[in-house]
T-cell receptor, first 115, second 119 residues
């Protein structure tokens, strides 16, 4: 158990809908990262938040957005869903206090299926 | 740009055999970090090891060992006396300090190697 929690575990929805994925980081970790794992693209970095502020963006679609709240939990919002958005979405957290401490620990993932 | 190549898509071994998973990386940064993660059939990503670019010492942890060679940009992972529980997809990953967002260590993953250990 990494200490990172993600809910829900599974999500099935229809095209055009909007969903919210939730992540709670390990105790004491200030950074939260979101990754998407799909069969064709592999594991790809989407976005990072550090202590409530966006720190870096990767290959995140404009239909997707995220935020990190004062209690450090994070939510990834996916809207106008398409079939191709079906994937496993991981949240990871790290201390990011100093570089040598910055190992990312991953949650169990949320499997999103868009029908 | 960073890149990680895991040329072996799938490997099958018989239990108790040794197996080496290859990882080759590309980066222009002199400071970087290399990782291995395990993804068992249940789906979660489990952290195995982190190595920084200034530490080329090989590491052994039980049946696992890692060989880091900067000269060939490789960070290979060997499992000795493999067991059925080692069956999983193994990912090699690279992170460098990105200044695009005031300092960020994003992971660039390889495509993964699926290891099947046959009893």
């Amino acid at each position: 158990d990494s200490g990172v929690t993600q809910t829900p575990k599974h999500l099935i929805t229809a095209t055009g809908q909007r969903v919210t994925l939730r992540c709670s980081p390990r105790s004491g970790d200030l950074s939260v990262y979101w990754y998407q794992q799909s069969l064709d693209q592999g594991l790809q970095f989407l976005i990072q938040y550090y202590n409530g502020e966006e720190r870096a963006k990767g290959n995140i679609l404009e239909r997707f957005s995220a935020q990190q709240f004062p209690d450090l939990h994070s939510e990834l919002n996916l809207s106008s869903l398409e079939l191709g958005d079906s994937a496993l979405y991981f949240c990871a957290s790290s201390p990011q206090v100093e570089a040598h401490q910055d190992t990312q620990y991953f949650g169990p993932g949320t499997r999103l299926t868009v029908l | 740009a960073q890149k990680v190549t895991q040329a072996q898509t799938e490997i099958s071994v018989v239990e108790k055999e040794d197996v080496t998973l290859d990882c080759v990386y590309e980066t222009r940064d002199t400071t970087y970090y290399l990782f291995w993660y395990k993804q068992p059939p249940s789906g979660e990503l489990v952290f195995l090891i982190r190595r920084n670019s200034f530490d080329e010492q090989n590491e052994i942890s039980g049946r696992y060992s890692w060989n880091f060679q900067k000269s060939t940009s490789s960070f290979n992972f060997t499992i000795t006396a493999s067991q059925v529980v080692d069956s999983a997809v193994y990912f090699c990953a690279l992170s460098v300090l990105s200044y695009s967002g005031a300092g960020s260590y994003q992971l660039t993953f390889g495509k993964g190697t699926k290891l099947s250990v046959i009893p």
